[in-house]
């Protein structure tokens, strides 16, 4: 945990005045030491992204390609995940949800028109 790119990710979004929220089906409660009490640990994904304006997903583990991510972005404030680990490129995408699948080409990225043309 206390190594991890996760750690600069957060970093730069509270610099950037975000209030954080974070999952992690593996470190949980481990990472609370590393986090400063400045991030929100949560119990569960759907806990993380509920009301959330964003999510980002940085982090390989097999369960967050197994969420329903439509279901989720429906919890969602403004439903806009980054994907930094390119794993939820096969999720179809309901409109109104902008996907950014990071270190891709931007004709990757789903935005809400190019879902409606999908739907």
Avoid at 39 to 63: F, I, M
């Amino acid at each position: 945990v206390r190594e991890s790119p996760t750690l600069a990710v957060i970093e730069a979004l509270i610099r950037a005045g975000a209030s954080v929220k974070a999952y992690d089906p593996v470190a949980g409660p481990q990472a609370r030491p590393y986090l400063d009490g400045r991030v929100r640990v949560c119990q569960t994904a759907d806990e993380a992204l509920a009301e959330a304006d964003a999510a980002v997903l940085v982090t390989a583990w097999p369960e967050f390609a197994a969420l329903d991510w439509p279901a989720m972005c429906r919890r969602m404030r403004q439903p806009i995940v980054g994907d930094g680990r390119n794993m939820l490129r096969s999720v179809r995408w309901p409109a109104g949800v902008t996907y950014l699948p990071i270190g891709q080409a931007p004709s990757m990225a789903v935005s809400d028109a190019e879902a409606v043309a999908r739907s």
